[in-house]
C-alpha cells in the first residue's frame, strides 16, 4: 500500500505506518507540500512507480475541482484508494475524517458553560478544510446559544506567498495574529479565544505576553493537537487521537478489499 500525504500530517501517517507493519504490509510513503492539482497527480504517479496495490491520500485543501479531477484520476488507474478528509459529495470513495466541525462547536460550548459569553477566534484563514470546519463550527454554537458575535474578536489572517505554514511556523504566524487581534481591541472585548492549534497559540501567547495579558487570567485560550509541550502556558487543547483512528480505519480498508479480491 502506498500513502500520499501533500501535507504534514503526522499523526495520521503514524497510524498508518502501525496498522501496516501489524498487517505485515510495505509502506511506501510519499510525503510532499503540494500547492496544485499537478503537483499531487504527480504523487500518485510516483505510487504507481513504486508498484503498490492500494494508496491512502491525506488532504487538506478545500473541497474544488481539483479533489473531484484526483477522484476521477484514482478511480481511472483502478486501484484501491482511501481518503483521510471529510468526502460527503463524493459516491463510493471511502474516507474517514476527525470531525473538527463538531470540535469547533464543543469549544464554544465548553467555553460557555464556564461562564464565557464573550468569544473570539484568533487563527489562520479558512483555506484549509479543517479550520473552516472548526470555525463553522465553533460560530454555529455560539448563535445557537443566543449570543452575540464581535467582528474586532475574529481575526483570521489570510494565507498568502508570504504568510504561510509552509514559509513560517505556526508560532511566528500565531504571535502576528495575536498582534492583530491586540491591536483591533480583542482582548477588551472577548474573555475567551479559539486559535488554530497549539503551535499558532504558543505565538499568539507570545504576543499576549508582550502586551502584559494573562493567560488564562485575562483570555482563556483553546488550541487542538493536545502537545505536551505547551500545557504550561494556561492553554487549554482538544486532543484528535488522529493515529489511533488512521490505523483502525486503514485496517478496515484493508480487511475490505482483501476480501473483495478473494
Not at 128 to 151: E, H, M, N, P, Q
Amino acid at each position: 500500500y502506498g500513502e500520499v500525504l501533500p501535507d504534514h500530517s503526522i499523526g495520521y501517517q503514524v497510524g498508518v505506518a502501525r496498522a501496516c507493519e501489524e498487517l505485515g504490509i510495505t509502506l511506501v510513503l510519499l510525503n510532499r507540500v503540494c500547492h496544485t492539482f499537478m503537483a499531487a497527480a504527480g504523487l500518485i504517479d510516483d505510487a504507481l512507480e513504486s508498484n503498490v496495490n492500494g494508496v491512502v491520500v491525506r488532504l487538506s485543501m478545500m473541497p474544488n475541482q481539483a479533489m473531484s479531477e484526483m477522484t476521477r484520476l484514482l478511480v481511472k488507474r483502478d486501484l484501491p484508494f482511501y481518503f483521510i478528509r471529510e468526502m460527503r459529495d463524493y459516491v463510493d470513495v471511502d474516507f474517514a475524517y476527525a470531525d473538527n466541525y463538531r470540535g469547533g462547536a464543543m469549544v464554544a460550548d465548553k467555553l460557555i458553560d464556564r461562564g464565557h459569553e464573550r468569544l473570539g477566534v484568533v487563527s489562520l484563514d479558512c483555506s484549509y478544510d479543517y479550520l473552516y470546519y472548526r470555525y463553522r463550527g465553533f460560530v454555529d454554537a455560539i448563535k445557537t446559544r443566543g449570543l452575540s458575535l464581535c467582528d474586532d474578536a475574529f481575526v483570521l489572517m489570510p494565507t498568502t506567498n508570504e504568510f504561510n505554514n509552509w514559509t513560517m511556523s505556526w508560532r511566528d504566524m500565531g504571535e502576528i495574529a495575536g498582534k492583530r487581534f491586540i491591536e483591533r481591541g480583542g482582548p477588551d472585548k472577548v474573555t475567551a479565544v479559539m486559535t488554530s492549534n497549539d503551535e499558532f497559540a504558543v505565538g499568539v501567547v507570545d504576543a499576549f505576553k508582550a502586551a502584559k495579558i494573562r493567560v488564562p487570567e485575562d483570555v482563556a485560550m483553546v488550541g487542538f493537537d493536545h502537545h505536551p509541550a505547551y500545557h504550561d502556558i494556561g492553554l487549554a487543547s482538544v486532543h484528535f487521537d488522529c493515529a489511533a483512528c488512521s490505523e483502525k480505519l486503514l485496517k478496515r480498508f484493508i480487511f475490505k478489499h482483501r476480501e473483495g479480491s478473494e
